[in-house]
């Protein structure tokens, strides 16, 4: 496995979002050769196509980050059978750049209820010709767990879990070629 930059993004803005938890436990579980970044998405105002010529600095930030990953990481909640507001905004302002398109995508599903986000994000990521790592996908039952990052890590399935999707989501990184 090569030396990668991941960025990782929580669809969740809540303090105790189990989704940032996963993304902060798979940052302290990954091996030394992975450095996942985590990405702020709270900052970026209402997607408005009329303002994408506009200095947004959160924008700005965010599409820095996920040019110089070489993949991205997906943990976002379902609210009424869809992708978070927040995520769905994020994807939006994403849509019409060029960091995206090709980019490695691995999703974490910490909700056994929340199959409608996960399809729905699929098909944006789809849409979005991003690179879809399915042999990545991890789902965690953190619903009602109270756990934390460090109760995640401690937990060996859950820890588990997320180390094999990020050793799968590597190989597939390292089957495609990288750019130079």
């Not at 189990?18 to 579980?29: F, P, Q, V």
């Not at 980019?103 to 199959?115: D, E, F, H, W, Y």
């Amino acid at each position: 496995m090569e030396g990668y930059r991941l960025l990782a993004l929580s669809g969740s803005l809540r303090q105790r979002s189990y989704n940032t938890a996963a993304i902060k436990a798979l940052r302290a579980l990954a091996p030394d050769n992975v450095d996942i970044v985590i990405g702020e998405i709270g900052h970026l105002p209402l997607f408005n196509p009329d303002l994408e010529d506009d200095w947004i600095p959160a924008l700005d930030d965010l599409k820095a980050q996920l040019a110089e990953a070489s993949g991205l990481i997906i943990a976002s909640p379902e609210y009424a059978h869809g992708i978070s507001a927040p995520m769905k905004n994020a994807l939006d302002w994403l849509v019409s750049g060029t960091e995206f398109p090709f980019k490695p995508v691995m999703l974490i599903n910490t909700s056994p209820r929340a199959g409608h986000a996960q399809a729905a994000l699929k098909e944006v990521i789809t849409t979005m010709s991003g690179n879809l790592v399915e042999e990545a996908h991890v789902a965690l039952p953190l619903l009602g767990s109270e756990l934390d990052r460090r109760g995640i890590q401690a937990d060996a399935a859950l820890s588990g879990a997320l180390l094999a999707g990020l050793k799968a989501f590597c190989a597939a990184m390292d089957a495609q070629p990288r750019d130079a």
